[in-house]
């Protein structure tokens, strides 16, 4: 903002009209400013909840303790507590929130048409990928989470990752994985079913990364993905 250096310069000698008039600036609401200014805690305020808005854009399962790791990792630190009075006041939600208030929500629209139409047939490898998550019970550390992703033309797995979070990053991670696997897989169709890891900003980037085209079925038709389901 521009209103600081007008201070800073009226400070140093420099009529504010000489400041207004150089930097374009109207001298009113220079006035109105100066008379309330803006408090350095209302902008950190701010930067705080567009931290927690971008990870909550990149992964909108993430409740406020996530999201507050994700905002402490791009340089914003703040507590839990904190995460969770911002997220309670911005209106930010985690998907898993937004179905418990409200019964028979639908689906998230999908990011990606169709390139699959059911038929899990490729006549080379790397040309149509499918993926899923699975859950897992374990008998001492509770639930485990595997996203595997599968060649059509081979039906091997070539890629998976593990986590004890159903998160974007879990299906990120599997795909990077795949990649680094099998080289070159510019032209690749990964599809999935519209789970919200698959929709992520997150997993959109990594396919323009490498040059894939992500792919997508009906909502409630296990079938549009048969062939990763039986996985």
């Excluded at 997220?87 to 929130?97: P, R």
């Excluded at 008998?139 to 081979?154: N, P, Q, R, W």
Aim: include cysteine; charge should be positive; charged fraction near 30%.
């Amino acid at each position: 903002m521009t209103y600081p250096l007008v201070a800073e310069l009226a400070e140093a000698g420099i009529p504010v009209t000489v400041s207004c008039r150089v930097l374009k600036l109207a001298r009113q609401p220079y006035y109105r400013w100066r008379n309330d200014p803006i408090r350095d805690a209302d902008v950190l305020r701010a930067y705080r909840i567009n931290a927690l808005h971008d990870a909550h854009e990149d992964d909108p399962t993430f409740g406020y303790r996530y999201l507050a790791d994700e905002a402490r990792r791009a340089g914003w630190r703040m507590s839990r507590r904190t995460a969770w009075k911002l997220c309670s006041q911005a209106g930010i939600l985690s998907s898993a929130q937004r179905r418990r208030r409200g019964k028979g929500k639908k689906a998230g629209p999908p990011v990606f048409d169709d390139h699959v139409q059911r038929v899990f047939r490729a006549d080379a490898p790397n040309r149509v990928w499918l993926t899923d998550i699975t859950e897992h019970r374990t008998t001492t550390e509770g639930k485990l989470y595997c996203c595997a992703i599968k060649d059509v033309f081979s039906n091997r797995i070539v890629g998976y990752s593990i986590s004890d979070r159903m998160t974007s990053k879990l299906a990120v991670d599997a795909l990077r994985n795949a990649v680094a696997r099998r080289g070159d897989v510019a032209g690749c169709i990964l599809h999935a079913d519209r789970g919200s890891q698959f929709r992520s900003r997150a997993m959109a980037r990594e396919l323009r990364r490498h040059d894939m085209v992500g792919s997508m079925g009906r909502v409630g038709a296990a079938g549009d993905n048969a062939a990763m389901e039986s996985f």
